[in-house]
Nanobody, 125 residues
Framework: QVQLAESGGGLVQPGGSLRLSCAAS????????IGWFRQAPGKEREGVSC????????YYSDSVKGRFTISRDNAKNMVYLQMNSLKPEDTAVYYC??????????????????WGQGTQVTVSS
């Protein structure tokens, strides 16, 4: 059974940092592309970052490029999102997700079949 579980969210001041973790179970992470998405109150869920299976190519939305870094540890079945220079507009519930299709590099919201429960990130002074 494919499961994803996020952790690491919290309250941080503007300019601060957080590292989110996504624990995968029920499948071998190596073969799957994993994405981070976020949803702010009253807004649609949007893509933040992706890391592809096997070759580990990374993608970032323009709003987080240069501030966020996605990484994976296949041995631990974990994906991380290091978030630096946080801004109030980064406040949202953050989700990790996968299409669940081995070898696929798809990382768009409509193709993601498996989602974690989300972790709240609040950036406020």
């Amino acid at each position: 059974q494919v499961q994803l579980a996020e952790s690491g969210g919290g309250l941080v001041q503007p300019g601060g940092s957080l590292r989110l973790s996504c624990a995968a179970s029920g499948f071998t992470l190596d073969y799957y592309t994993i994405g981070w998405f976020r949803q702010a109150p009253g807004k649609e869920r949007e893509g933040v970052s992706c890391i592809t299976n096997s070759d580990g190519i990374t993608y970032y939305s323009d709003s987080v490029k240069g501030r966020f870094t996605i990484s994976r540890d296949n041995a631990k079945n974990m994906v991380y999102l290091q978030m630096n220079s946080l801004k109030p507009e980064d406040t949202a519930v953050y989700y990790c997700a996968t299409s669940g299709v081995a070898g696929s590099k798809a990382c768009v919201k409509r193709l993601m079949r498996y989602w974690g429960q989300g972790t709240q990130v609040t950036v406020s002074s």
